[in-house]
């Protein structure tokens, strides 16, 4: 079955530094999400993605986030300036169309210390 | 989107039926219900989704009510890997829309 890749499976970052987190969607896919996990708290939505634009993002994302598809194939996810708060699971997933199912990737654990 | 409640956790056997429950009684006409697990801290995995017929696949069976205020996943012969977070969303039939994950129900299998 296709997957969703993120890289890295693990970052551990300083306070204050950016960090891009990485995904490379499944390939026929046209509808890509960001969402996290804090340890021992629900999955969150962060942001959708079609078209090259926002759909829809929660109040998580602002303006601290930003997500790019910069060639087509990966799926990127920026935190500008980490705070100690953003340590958490971060999952990319993917889906074909309107009521498809969505594919999560394994996720990739930020620490920001 | 609907919400929707599951009991938080529960326990089955092994080689039994694992049935879980999901109340969302303002599910509205266009949403589907969707199940997903969630194994230890991997992503959350779809399991199968339905809007009012019964439906089977090679992971489960999804028996939605009449009135579709409810729904019950079976897993018909649970394993020890399917211990996990299970998931049931309503979610509205619409481009782009998300998934909303509520707290779900801890399944831990037995032996």
């Known amino acids: 079955e296709p997957e969703v890749t993120q890289t890295p499976s693990h970052q551990v970052t300083q306070m204050g530094q950016e960090v891009i987190l990485r995904c490379v969607p499944i390939?026929?896919?046209?509808?890509f999400y960001w969402y996290r996990q804090i340890l021992g708290q629900k999955v969150e939505f962060l942001v959708s993605?079609?078209?090259?634009?926002?759909?829809?993002k929660s109040e998580i994302f602002d303006d601290q986030f930003s997500v790019e598809r910069p060639d087509g194939s990966n799926f990127t996810l920026k935190i500008r300036s980490t705070k100690l708060e953003d340590s958490a699971m971060y999952f990319c997933?993917?889906?074909?169309?309107?009521?498809?199912?969505?594919?999560f990737g394994s996720g990739t654990q930020l620490s920001v210390l | 989107d609907a919400k929707t409640t599951q009991p938080p956790s529960m326990d089955c056997a092994e080689g039994r039926a694992a049935n879980l429950p999901c109340n969302h009684s303002?599910?509205?006409?266009?949403?589907?219900v969707y199940w997903y697990r969630q194994i230890h801290s991997q992503g959350p995995q779809y399991i199968i989704h339905?809007?009012?017929n019964n439906e089977t696949n090679e992971m489960a069976s999804l028996i939605i009510t009449e009135d579709r205020k409810s729904s019950t996943l079976i897993l018909p012969h649970a394993t020890l890997r399917d211990t996990a977070v299970y998931y049931c969303?309503?979610?509205?039939?619409?481009?782009?829309?998300?998934?909303?994950f509520g707290g779900g129900t801890r399944v831990l299998v037995k032996p």
């Open positions: 993605f079609y078209n090259n634009e926002i759909s829809e």
């Open positions: 303002t599910i509205s006409g266009n949403e589907y």
């Open positions: 969303i309503v979610r509205v039939k619409a481009a782009g829309n998300k998934l909303t």
């Open positions: 339905g809007l009012k």
């Open positions: 997933a993917s889906g074909a169309g309107t009521n498809e199912k969505l594919f």
């Open positions: 390939s026929n896919h046209l509808y």
